[in-house]
């Protein structure tokens, strides 16, 4: 036992991932770290949980310092796994990450990466997801490398507001500008679906999508990427639109 | 072709449950109905997306005023699908339920119900998910039928504020007594894992859990319930929490 901050590790993209072995490594030197993965890729899988088939659990490696373990689960399962199975309690703090692919915008809801980042939340423990905005195979991680570090120290240092978690993207430039507090950018994906038919004759659909936003507005996270900035985005659990409640006050009454 | 309203109906307990032939039942006498739900229960996937496998569409019933179909997908696929496939253009309200289960306080999050009525808040479609605080097998419906009835007809009637969409609960008594506008309860799951050996003496976990709040302010949705109204919270599509940014400044600042 030490007095090293205990650091849970997870992402969406599988437990062999180049992000995620990037990150364990940031955080080795850093804390106690306990890596729960997905033992496949789980990207687009959301806030998704797992209650109608039994969960299991691979150890990989376990050492004082250092265990790591991969589940049959999703995100947020690795999280309350990691939590009641391995734990009995909470760690200091959740990565998770680096995603391949950036969750800036709109992405945040369908992420699996940042599932476990809120799920983690949820249960009070301070949390971050980090995503880098490519897809390139043979990304290197190298320049994000101190600014990771960065925010992970400053994150345990100073803490964070409490039901508040941080989406952080990291835009895939060779020299980064700094670090940016952001708002969510307003975005959406047109969908497109590729339909065709199968050998059987059989109609299928493959879902396809393109990214669109008219937010250029100086304070987004897109923008903030696009500038070179890695941004971070202070993500909220209570999703009440406070401000409609007026607009909203024929639905208490009338006749029925 | 009608000048009825274009109603597309979705849930995540599959097409032949109880609480969609309910909702099914309602809105068949307001608009023109397209169904288009989970061939399967999916509940708990939240915000999952199909991308890697395809996705399949059985027309079950097809006339002028009604379609029903059913899809291998989750309930955001089934809005993504209806919105390209079947309507090729926007709806003019989804409706999303009724959900066998509460999805009041944090339990938006896990929801696939509320999933496919956030999915289409994204894309601007004005979006509705009810749910019943029951998981009884043989729920009655029937005292919940005319406010189910109003809040559609008010919110076809005077919109709902652009990027935001309703999540309606409803309390499982007989007599109810009335509509209220709610926050979004401070809640939480408590879980746990019923851990267990199989015959091959491997372990498996199953997710247990015991929900946990307390918050017992008037204006939760979750007291609303126990004061037997239909909890009627506004869910917003930005989750950045704006009064956080200033506590965070510290991210911007420091040497690397």
């Known amino acids: 036992m030490t007095n090293k901050p205990k650091i849970l590790v997870t992402n969406d993209d599988g437990v062999t991932a180049l992000g995620i072995r990037f990150l364990i490594d940031i955080v080795k030197e850093i804390g106690e770290v306990v890596v729960m993965a997905p033992d496949k890729p789980q990207s687009g899988v959301g806030h998704a949980i797992t209650f109608a088939d039994p969960l299991r659990i691979k150890t990989i490696e376990k050492s004082d310092q250092y265990a790591e373990y991969s589940c049959n689960g999703t995100p947020v399962d690795c999280v309350k796994l990691a939590e009641n199975v391995i734990y009995k309690g909470r760690p200091d703090l959740v990565v998770s990450g680096v995603n391949h692919g950036s969750n ?128 971070v985005v202070p993500v909220q659990l209570d999703l009440t639109a406070y401000k409609a409640m007026d607009a909203l006050g024929y639905l208490e009454s009338g006749d029925l």
């Not at 945040?108 to 949390?127: F, K, L, Q, R």
């Not at 507090?181 to 307003?186: P, S, V």
């Not at 590729?194 to 008219?214: A, K």
Request: charge should be negative.
């Open 104 to 231: 800036a915008s709109i992405n945040v809801i369908y992420s699996g990466t940042m599932a476990a980042v809120i799920e983690a939340n949820i249960d009070e423990i301070p949390a971050i997801g980090f995503s880098i905005d490519t897809y390139s195979s043979n990304v290197d991680f190298e320049p994000s490398r101190k600014y990771i570090r960065k925010i992970i120290m400053d994150v345990l240092e100073n803490g964070i507001p409490k039901d508040i978690c941080l989406n952080v993207n990291i835009p895939y430039v060779e020299e980064l500008n700094g670090v940016k507090l952001c708002r969510q950018a307003k975005a959406s994906w047109k969908e497109g679906f590729d339909s065709r038919t199968d050998p059987r004759g059989q109609n299928y659909h493959w879902l396809t999508g393109e990214f669109v936003t008219n937010d250029i507005k100086e304070d987004s996270d897109l923008v903030a990427l696009k500038n070179g900035f890695i941004s």
